[in-house]
């Protein structure tokens, strides 16, 4: 069974501050690893990772994978208070196009 | 473009109510997914289409659960009879066909099941 573990729990921090928020799974054929924020209503999608070491950067967020390692962290520099919200990680494997989500890193972002 | 669209937005009954969640993916999307998400479990898988069959409901928790995507534009999930465990946040996803696609998900509907 597909497994994806996320941590820390939660995290609170200020505006300003950069943040590293990781996450390790276990799969069956891992196809890639996905990045969604998740603010009030629905996690909207902000990375997919299919190649190990490789970044992907979107403003002041970044991610990068370690398929050596089976993990993935995700960066935000220069938070701010938007940028509160539940980040899931999630892993594609072998069957269609179906994720495994992670229970999620829930940040605080105080002014 | 229209995103994935889910209603009611929010839903209130009695246990032992039948409740029907609605989902409108969005267009030209072949894979759709049923999620449920509650603080103590996260997010769940519980059922997903590709074509408009289904492909694996093993995460559907019990026989009171049922789904069904009669046409490409829409599908259902239903509970019959409702019990309060079953309060939730239900969320709808769609994506497109081909390997790793993300899925993009609906606003989703908060059941209350008193």
């Known amino acids: 069974e597909d497994k994806v573990v996320q941590s820390p729990l939660s995290l609170v921090v200020h505006e300003g501050d950069t943040v590293t928020l990781n996450c390790s799974y276990e799969?069956?054929?891992?196809?890639?690893l996905l990045w969604y924020k998740q603010e009030k209503k629905a996690p909207t999608f902000l990375f997919m990772l299919?190649?190990?070491?490789i970044e992907k950067k979107s403003g002041r967020l970044s991610s990068i994978l370690d398929k050596k390692e089976l993990s993935s962290i995700l960066n935000i520099t220069a938070t701010q208070t938007g940028d509160s919200a539940i980040y899931l990680c999630?892993?594609?494997?072998?069957?269609?196009?179906?994720?495994?989500f992670g229970g999620g890193t829930r940040l605080m972002v105080k002014p | 473009d229209a995103g994935v669209i889910q209603s009611p937005r929010h839903e209130v009954t009695e246990m032992g109510q039948e409740v029907t969640l609605r989902c409108k993916p969005i267009?030209?999307?072949?894979?759709l997914f049923w999620y449920r998400q509650t603080m103590m479990r996260g997010l769940e898988l519980l059922i997903y289409?590709?074509?408009?069959?289904?492909?694996?409901d093993s995460g559907m928790p019990e026989d009171r659960f049922s789904a069904k995507m009669p046409n490409a534009s829409f599908s259902t999930l239903k509970i019959q009879p409702s019990e309060p465990r079953d309060s939730a946040v239900y969320f709808c996803?769609?994506?497109?066909?081909?390997?790793?696609?993300?899925?993009?998900f609906g606003d989703g509907t908060r059941l209350s099941i008193l």
């Open positions: 267009s030209g999307h072949d894979y």
């Open positions: 996803a769609s994506s497109f066909r081909g390997r790793n696609q993300p899925q993009h």
């Open positions: 799969v069956t054929n891992f196809r890639s």
């Open positions: 289409f590709n074509n408009n069959v289904p492909i694996d």
């Open positions: 999630a892993v594609m494997g072998n069957a269609g196009n179906m994720l495994t």
């Open positions: 299919t190649s190990s070491g």
